[in-house]
């Protein structure tokens, strides 16, 4: 009886996980708004109401996507921080920036359904949020450890933080764990939005005709980026 149940966990574990890769191919032609169950379920040859088993809505569905895209973006960043000396703690920042940019061009669909547009009516539940955040925590480590080691010299003068954001520098501390002042959170938060945007410009095409050299303009402008939280290169 216990082998039949395995075998029925297995054969379950096999079909969802064939439901999320066809509902990902479908992320690229129909995008987030348009992904349904009904469509995915014809693609694999399933009656449509087969389906709602595994996957109860389509916010259910679109949730899976978005786990299994933070946490592969996530892994990425983590073997970046790895690979990285651990005490270049500017070649650390620099090698998060290259594998953020690395994995957003290579699953342009993906990176687009978790740092796009939002999708109309879904709300994303607490089960995103741990892995939302797993590229950060790396990136809050890296400054936190910089900071210890006293190896953070921010770039020329900085102006001083408003005192308007202190409680704002706190939750972002208190979110990724990262142990240090509240301007340095404040430059780290400028810096970490700075690489997104420049990712996403570069994804959606606002960089066509204007940035040639990609790869040259990301290090340099990741590099000015990083001078700005005290990174030294």
């Not at 693609?43 to 592969?72: C, H, K, Q, W």
């Not at 109309?120 to 995103?128: E, F, L, N, S, V």
């Amino acid at each position: 009886m216990s082998a039949g149940r395995t075998a029925r966990e297995r054969v379950r574990a096999e079909l969802t996980r064939e439901i999320v890769e066809t509902a990902r191919r479908h992320l690229g032609t129909e995008g987030a708004a348009g992904l349904s169950l009904r469509a995915v379920a014809r693609e694999m040859g399933m009656v449509s109401s087969a389906i709602y088993r595994y996957f109860p809505s389509r916010d259910d569905l679109l949730t899976a996507l978005i786990v299994d895209g933070y946490n592969a973006l996530g892994e990425a960043v983590e073997r970046a921080d790895a690979a990285a000396p651990a005490d270049d703690f500017g070649g650390r920042w620099l090698a998060v920036c290259r594998a953020v940019r690395t994995w957003a061009l290579a699953n342009p669909h993906e990176y687009a359904l978790l740092y796009g547009s939002p999708v109309p009516g879904y709300q994303a539940p607490q089960d995103t949020v741990s892995p939302a955040v797993r590229d950060t925590v790396v990136y809050a480590r890296i400054v936190t450890e910089a900071h210890a080691a006293g190896a953070l010299d921010p770039a020329g003068p900085v102006p001083p933080m408003p005192c308007e954001l202190a409680a704002d520098a706190a939750r972002g501390r208190r979110a990724v764990a990262m142990d240090v002042p509240d301007d340095v959170v404040v430059r780290a938060l400028t810096a970490w939005t700075g690489l997104f945007g420049t990712v996403g410009f570069e994804l959606f095409g606002q960089f066509d005709t204007v940035v040639v050299e990609r790869g040259a303009y990301f290090d340099h402008s990741m590099t000015l980026l990083g001078r700005l939280v005290g990174f030294r290169f």
